[in-house]
């Protein structure tokens, strides 16, 4: 079985914060990753130098997730590159017609998985080592711990206060 480290993934999500966090969750067990800041970037990248597996936001400016999709199954070189769709929009107004196109897709076209956002970082790191059929490295036990640590505390805060934390970090 392969590991981690031999695998390239891409990770694609027009949010700073999320873009590192999931680059940092794939790091953290030894996949190389490489990120792009929307739909455009994911196919100048994918060209360049194509990856093993990609994440992939669904809402984007320049180039939304499902026409990411559709400009890489028309590519025979692209066609099955598995993708993991990872989206806070799956069951409102900004994306619910599109996970209705994705699993309108024939199957060897959809994505493998469609994810919601918040994601785990365990989540995460076992759909891409199912997918790949990879074994991942171990993550460092303390880091793990604090990440799933935000992650809960992330889930369980209200609104407003998210809202504030944001303002303060200067988004």
């Given at each position: 079985?392969?590991?981690?480290?031999?695998?390239?993934?891409?990770?694609?999500?027009?949010?700073?914060?999320?873009?590192?966090?999931?680059?940092?969750?794939?790091?953290?067990?030894?996949?190389?990753?490489?990120?792009?800041?929307?739909?455009?970037?994911?196919?100048?990248?994918?060209?360049?130098?194509?990856?093993?597996?990609?994440?992939?936001?669904?809402?984007?400016?320049?180039?939304?997730?499902?026409?990411?999709?559709?400009?890489?199954?028309?590519?025979?070189?692209?066609?099955?590159?598995?993708?993991?769709?990872?989206?806070?929009?799956?069951?409102?107004?900004?994306?619910?017609?599109?996970?209705?196109?994705?699993?309108?897709?024939?199957?060897?076209?959809?994505?493998?998985?469609?994810?919601?956002?918040?994601?785990?970082p365990e989540k995460l790191v076992n759909a891409i080592a199912e997918i790949?059929?990879?074994?991942?490295d171990e993550a460092s036990p303390q880091v793990s711990s604090e990440r799933?640590?935000?992650?809960?505390?992330?889930?369980?805060?209200?609104?407003?206060?998210?809202?504030?934390?944001?303002?303060?970090?200067?988004?």
């Amino acid at each position: 079985m392969a590991h981690a480290s031999e695998k390239k993934i891409l990770v694609v999500d027009d949010e700073p914060d999320v873009r590192n966090f999931l680059a940092a969750c794939i790091k953290d067990v030894g996949f190389q990753v490489e990120t792009a800041v929307d739909g455009e970037d994911a196919l100048e990248k994918v060209e360049a130098n194509p990856p093993d597996l990609m994440t992939l936001d669904m809402v984007m400016p320049r180039k939304s997730g499902i026409q990411v999709i559709r400009t890489l199954r028309k590519n025979e070189r692209f066609k099955k590159l598995p993708v993991i769709v990872i989206t806070a929009h799956a069951n409102d107004e900004f994306g619910s017609d599109d996970v209705k196109d994705f699993y309108a897709f024939t199957s060897g076209l959809r994505p493998r998985h469609i994810l919601e956002k918040p994601i785990t970082p365990e989540k995460l790191v076992n759909a891409i080592a199912e997918i790949l059929q990879v074994e991942p490295d171990e993550a460092s036990p303390q880091v793990s711990s604090e990440r799933e640590e935000l992650m809960q505390m992330i889930e369980q805060t209200d609104e407003d206060t998210l809202k504030r934390i944001t303002e303060m970090l200067g988004k």
